[in-house]
Structures are given as C-alpha cells and as structure tokens.
C-alpha cells in the first residue's frame, strides 16, 4: 500500500496574523518607531504587494500548510526580510519626523530675508569690539596665555613656550577666562572700566 499523505495542518490566520503583527510591533518599538502598531502593518502592507515575498506570507497566514503548495522562501527568510522591511519601515517614518522638526522650526509665515541681516551684524560687530577692549585691558600674563591658546597650542606647549609650570598655565586660563567675562559683564551691565 502506498503511504497516505498527510492532512494538512488546520491553524487560525487569524491569531496567527494577530502574533506576527504583534511581534512586528514589538520589534519596531525597539527600532525606535513613534507608532510600532502602524510601523508593522505597513511591513505587513509592502510584504504582500511584493511578488517575491507574496507567496511565503499567503501560505505562512493562510488556512492551512500543504506540503505540495510550499512556497520558495522558508519561514525564516520571510521573517528575516520582514525585519529589513520593517527596518527602512521604521527609518522612513524618523526621516519625516525629523524633516517635520526642521520645517517647523522654520518661520513659514515670512519670506527668509535674502539681504544680510544689518542688526545681526551691529550686534556681532559691537560685541567682538567689547571683548577686544576688555581684552586689551586684562593683566599681561593672562593675556599671553589666553592668545596662545586661542593659537590652539595646547597647555604643554604653552608652559614650554613661557618657562612656566604646566599648572601655572592651567590657572592662567582658567582665572583669564574668568576675568574676561567678569569684565564683559561689567561693560555689557553699563559700567566702564
């Protein structure tokens, strides 16, 4: 007698759809999607208009598993290209979201100004001509010390370059930058030194 072959195993796509749906969810809220639920229905939505993966998620989801109906992709490599699916799902949806940020942040209600902005520059030419003359007024030693940093020297070639302490040029900086800004404040406040 020839071997009978066996039935088909009888499941629910329903539930079955319901769980994969659910841990597409759950994947791409640890891709980090705004909407997991919407994020696995749309990998859901671009598997089935695929051609390729069109068969493997209609026998996977379908009534029953017949052997001789089994398509090309495994269950494995349907699942693995689900992920990279979901995966540029999930990208898409932080591209618009960042994109809408960027808009937002945006004035649309006014034309951007395609002239140089002249208060912009007053203010940017009034402070740099602040920070000079508070500048020019500090003791000596800081103001040597600060110029060769902003030369981008660091702190050792400093010491070097002076015959000092590499801590000594530490506290240079850091009480010259202190006292910079003690006098800015004191000049921006409206007292002159």
Not at 75 to 99: I, M, P, S, T, Y
Not at 136 to 158: F, H, N, P, Q, S
Request: one cysteine or more.
């Amino acid at each position: 007698m020839p071997p009978q072959a066996e039935p088909p195993i009888e499941r629910d796509p329903v539930s079955d759809y319901r769980r994969l749906a659910c841990a597409l969810a759950t994947r791409a809220a640890r891709l980090g999607s705004r909407d997991p639920e919407a994020a696995s229905q749309e990998a859901l939505r671009r598997a089935l208009e695929n051609p390729k993966s069109r068969p493997a998620v209609e026998y996977y989801l379908g009534e029953e598993l017949a052997a001789e109906a089994a398509p090309e992709w495994p269950l494995q490599q349907l699942l693995a290209w689900l992920h990279g699916v979901l995966l540029n799902v999930v990208r898409e949806e932080q591209a618009r979201a960042g994109f809408r940020r960027e808009v937002a942040s945006t004035p649309s209600s006014e034309p951007a100004d395609a002239a140089p902005n002249m208060l912009e520059e007053l203010v940017a030419r009034e402070t740099r001509a602040i920070v000079s003359d508070c500048f020019a007024k500090m003791d000596g030693d800081y103001r040597k010390v600060l110029e060769l940093r902003m030369d981008g020297l660091k702190y050792g070639e400093i010491a070097q370059r002076l015959g000092v302490n590499e801590n000594t040029v530490a506290t240079r900086v850091s009480r010259g930058v202190r006292e910079l800004g003690r006098r800015i404040r004191a000049r921006i406040g409206g007292g002159h030194e």
